[in-house]
């Protein structure tokens, strides 16, 4: 049985450092929205972490599990009182079972646009054991996230073992190339997002292997995820030893579109927390 715990702001919880999910970072998140009281996307989210508990933890989660969980993010939304927020689930394996922890993570600034770097000297294994999993495991994305930063960009465009582009650190990429929309294969070894799920079912987007060369024909480029959504791309620097290379301004009227498309997809989906 599935034990639940929220942590309220100003709250501390203990574990104990021999417990796996310290010591060797063995726990898996969700991060959701909600928007205007409403929670985005949650029977998504539910059967992701339903599915890599099973397959990390050997940890079947119940459809009672699920629905205490929401009652209990209701709950939680209501002690907070906040109608937009970004809240947190981590499910971990103690010694006693199964636990799912619901607390607030910082909402960031959301800039209008972006600008991306090319980083090709710390490829992502598309063949390592948690591909697909979103897990504690996280040090390598959030370090180059910082490092990205440091030198003046929103985040770094990754490509795996094989030169083929990957994903950022935190979002999956899109690019706009005439009347084609295309997005990197799920064989490259990304993180299957939930917006990049919404959109492939929703547009007639193309899955395939895009080499760096590719980039230079590209009209347009943007980012998702569950927290920015949809992320116009203007310039992607670190492209051999070139210039960067900026994105048509006509793009963006498509990426905009596409926004539309996905707020009606979003709310049609959304449960009323209040």
């Known amino acids: 049985m599935l034990r639940i715990e929220k942590i309220h702001p ?49 940890c079947d989660l119940s459809a009672e599990d699920e629905a205490a969980s929401l009652e209990a993010i209701k709950a939680f ?9 970004v809240l947190k689930l981590s499910l971990i394996v103690l010694a006693t079972g199964p636990v ?42 959030i370090w180059l996230l910082r490092e990205a930063k440091l030198t003046g960009y929103a985040d770094y465009l990754r490509v795996n073992t094989q030169g083929e582009l990957c994903e950022t650190c935190i979002g999956n990429c899109f690019f706009i190339k005439g009347d084609q929309i295309i997005t990197p294969s799920i064989d490259t070894g990304l993180f299957p997002g939930i917006i990049r799920a919404v959109l492939l079912e929703a547009l007639p987007i193309e899955e395939t292997q895009i080499k760096v060369e590719d980039l230079l024909v590209m009209e347009g480029c943007f980012v998702t995820n569950s927290i920015v959504e949809i992320l116009p791309v203007i310039e992607i620097a670190g492209i051999s030893k070139q210039t960067a290379h900026s994105f048509s301004g006509n793009a963006l009227s498509k990426i905009e579109e596409i926004k539309v498309t996905l707020k009606t997809i979003a709310k ?7």
Do not use: M
């Not at 009281?37 to 998504?44: A, E, I, K, T, V």
């Not at 939304?77 to 927020?85: E, F, M, N």
């Not at 049609?268 to 209040?274: K, T, V």
């Open 100 to 141: 799912l922890y619901i607390y607030l993570r910082e909402r960031t600034v959301q800039e209008a646009s972006v600008k991306l770097y090319l980083n090709q000297a710390h490829p992502i294994n598309e063949n390592a054991l948690h591909v697909g999993h979103k897990t504690h495991n996280y040090l390598e994305n």
């Open 268 to 274: 049609s989906e959304a449960i009323n927390l209040f």
């Open 10 to 58: 100003g709250e501390q919880f203990t574990i104990d450092p021999r417990e796996s999910a310290f010591s060797y970072g063995a726990g898996i998140f969700e991060t959701l929205q909600v928007a205007e009281g409403y929670l985005q996307f949650w029977s998504r989210h539910w059967s992701r972490l339903k599915a890599s508990a099973l397959r990390l933890f050997s």
């Open 77 to 85: 939304c209501s002690d907070i009182g906040q109608k937009d927020q």
